[in-house]
């Protein structure tokens, strides 16, 4: 691990300013993705700004009747919420399939969404990598590529989110909320935060430099019967070959996010128009256009039948009410 300079920030502003003016500064919160990359010196970061003292770690009723999201929220508590476990059971099932315990009492919401990819190119400084070094090359494309894209890649990167939570958080079209350094606010719908490839892979999502994530707004409760099915390696602390978030309402309509395909969470809304077609036809819009290899072709199929046996157990139980 290279030195680095330490900082803990007073305020929001004064943190997106920090990071903002020093060339190669990062946020830390809980570190758990971080410190990784550190140690094998792929990020490299000149400064770590501290925002573990800015309080953001609520989780609040909104006025329209959804929640608010602190972003130093840990994801065990985010989990654990009452609110969240009744009305939003496929964020805390997604959750609770994500990680390790230790990991979850640690790990943040900000951070979880900003978690790095887990492609094993990316993190050996051995082989070539567009996303770690730009221009360099993408060794996975012609590589082993078992747990790799086969949606929304791209000629210079096939990697995939690791994020179960982000999946959820992309079936419950939540809001990020952010502030800049200019101390402007915004907020940005989860569809577009998290970017596709293309020819710049190494900018994962749609963030100003030192733009901070203050919270994550959920809407409303959407109702229905929520399900979060991860399908892995193995039984615990693996991360998914495809997981598969689905809310089904009482009138067979529903909304349906895949994880472990692309580089986003992965949801085609024009496919959710297809639910009452049955789970082939949401499928086949949801993978149109997939590009796989020997190895990873075996994620379109496994798609298919874990959708399935989502769609069939949540229209059942939400027959029953």
């Known amino acids: 691990m290279k ?10 502003a004064q943190a997106a300013q920090l990071v903002a003016r020093t060339p190669n500064a990062r946020f830390i919160a809980g570190g758990t993705n971080l410190l990784d990359l550190m140690k094998l010196e792929i990020e490299t970061p000149t400064t770590l700004v501290d ?22 929220v840990r994801n065990t508590d985010l989990a654990a919420d009452a609110r969240v ?7 805390s099932r997604a959750l609770l399939a994500g990680a390790s315990t230790q990991l979850r009492n640690k790990a943040t919401t900000s951070g979880n ?3 790095r ?17 730009p221009g360099s090359g993408c060794a996975a494309i012609g590589g082993f590529t078992r747990h790799h894209a086969v949606v929304g890649a791209s000629e210079a990167c096939i990697a995939t989110h690791p ?15 952010t502030v800049k350094a200019d101390g402007s606010m915004r907020s940005i719908p989860i569809a577009d935060f998290h970017r596709l490839p293309g020819n710049t892979p190494h900018i994962e999502t749609v963030l100003e430099p030192g733009e901070l994530i203050l919270s994550v707004k959920l809407p409303k409760p959407l109702g229905g019967v929520h399900a979060y099915r991860k399908v892995r390696d193995r039984a ?3 991360f998914a070959l495809v997981s598969v978030a689905t809310v089904i309402l009482p009138d067979g309509s529903g909304r349906v996010a895949v994880g472990g395909v692309a580089h986003k969470p992965w949801r085609v809304e024009e496919a959710e128009r297809q639910m009452t077609q049955g789970a082939r036809a949401v499928h086949d819009r949801l993978m149109a256009g997939a590009r796989t290899t020997d190895d990873n072709a ?8 874990t959708l399935a046996e989502a769609l069939a157990n949540s229209s059942s139980a939400a027959k029953k009410g």
């Open 85 to 91: 476990r009744k009305d939003y059971a496929v964020l």
């Open 163 to 177: 994020s179960d939570m982000a999946v959820a958080m992309r079936l419950l079209d939540a809001e990020v909320e």
């Open 236 to 238: 615990s602390y693996a």
């Open 3 to 12: 030195a680095f300079t330490y900082q803990r920030a007073s305020s929001p």
């Open 113 to 115: 969404l900003l978690q």
């Open 298 to 305: 075996f994620k379109v199929a496994l798609v298919q039948r």
């Open 51 to 72: 925002v573990n003292g800015l309080g953001f770690d609520k989780i609040e009723a909104t006025q329209d009747g959804g929640l608010r999201v602190g972003a130093l």
């Open 117 to 133: 990819t887990r492609c094993p190119y990316f993190y050996d400084t051995a082989q070539k990598c567009n996303k770690r070094q």
